[in-house]
C-alpha cells in the first residue's frame, strides 16, 4: 500500500529473521556457480548454506548510476562482472513475448527494465530454473511452478501474436491484449513437474523470494533438509506438500 505494507509472514519473520537487513548477519542459501566465458559452458556449481554479513541494501536506482558513473569501485567492478555474464545465463531460457506482455512479473525481462532490473530478473529465473532441475534430478520434494501451452493454444497465440504486430499500439491492439490475457494459460504450482512453456524450461520453481512466497520457503527448506542429509522425514514432508 501507498502509507504502509501488510507482510506474508509476522514481522519478526519477515522483517528481521527472514529479511536481510543492513548491518547484520543472516544465514542463507547460496549457488555458486564457476562460470567459463571463452567455452560458453559451467564448468562447476553447488548450493550451501552460510551466514552472510550484509553491509548495505541497495536500490534499482542506485546500481544503474553507479554502472553509469566513469568512477571504479570494487562494487561496480563486482556489478560489471555480473553484467559480462548474463547473456550467457539468458541462454538457459527464453522468455516469451507474450508470456511477459500478459505476466508483468518477476518472470519476465522486460524491454522497458534498467540494467539492474534486469539484472536481478535474469539471476533469479536462472536460480529458479537451477533449483527446480536440481530438486527433480536429486527426487527432493519440491513445489514446481508449471506453465502449460496445448497445441489449440499454441496456433491461438499465432494468431494473437500477427494482430498484435499489425495493429500495433491502437485501440484494436489493447482490446487484443485484454482478450488474449483472459486466454492466456496461467502458472500454477504442483508437486509434479510439467515444464514451463513461457520461459521455455523443461523444469521452473519458487525458490528467490522467501519473505513474499510461501513456494519459496517450502523449496527452499526442501533443499537446506537434502544438504544437512536430513532425509528422514522426507515422505512426510512431501505428503505435507500435498
Not at 499465432?158 to 498484435?164: C, D, G, R
Not at 500495433?168 to 500454477?188: F, V
Not at 519458487?206 to 522426507?234: E, F, G, Q
Request: net charge neutral; hydrophobic share 40%; charged share 25%.
Amino acid at each position: 500500500l501507498l502509507d504502509t505494507s501488510i507482510p506474508l509472514f509476522p514481522t519478526l519473520l519477515s522483517q528481521d529473521l527472514f529479511s536481510l537487513k543492513a548491518g547484520e548477519a543472516h544465514q542463507v542459501l547460496s549457488l555458486y556457480v564457476d562460470i567459463n566465458l571463452e567455452r560458453q559452458r559451467i564448468e562447476h556449481s553447488y548450493f550451501q548454506t552460510e551466514w552472510v554479513n550484509v553491509l548495505k541494501n541497495d536500490s534499482y536506482a542506485s546500481c544503474d548510476q553507479i554502472l553509469a558513473s566513469h568512477t571504479m569501485s570494487e562494487y561496480k567492478e563486482t556489478l560489471v562482472a555480473i553484467q559480462r555474464v548474463l547473456p550467457f545465463l539468458r541462454k538457459y531460457f527464453q522468455v516469451d513475448a507474450v508470456y511477459s506482455l500478459v505476466n508483468e512479473s518477476s518472470d519476465a525481462i522486460l524491454p522497458t527494465q534498467t540494467k539492474s532490473e534486469q539484472m536481478v530478473a535474469t539471476l533469479a529465473i536462472f536460480m529458479n530454473r537451477y533449483a527446480a532441475t536440481f530438486a527433480l534430478n536429486k527426487n527432493i520434494p519440491f513445489l514446481y511452478r508449471n506453465h502449460e501451452l496445448k497445441n489449440f493454444y499454441r496456433e491461438e497465440l499465432e494468431q494473437f501474436k500477427m494482430v498484435l504486430k499489425k495493429e500495433k499500439n491502437t485501440r484494436a491492439y489493447l482490446n487484443e491484449i485484454e482478450i488474449l490475457k483472459s486466454r492466456y494459460p496461467k502458472s500454477y504450482y504442483d508437486i509434479v513437474n510439467r515444464g514451463h512453456a513461457g520461459l521455455h524450461i523443461t523444469a521452473y520453481s519458487h525458490i528467490t523470494s522467501p519473505i513474499r512466497r510461501v513456494a519459496d520457503d517450502y523449496n527452499m527448506l526442501s533443499i537446506m533438509k537434502w544438504l544437512a542429509n536430513d532425509t528422514s522425514d522426507m515422505e512426510w514432508y512431501k505428503h505435507e506438500l500435498l
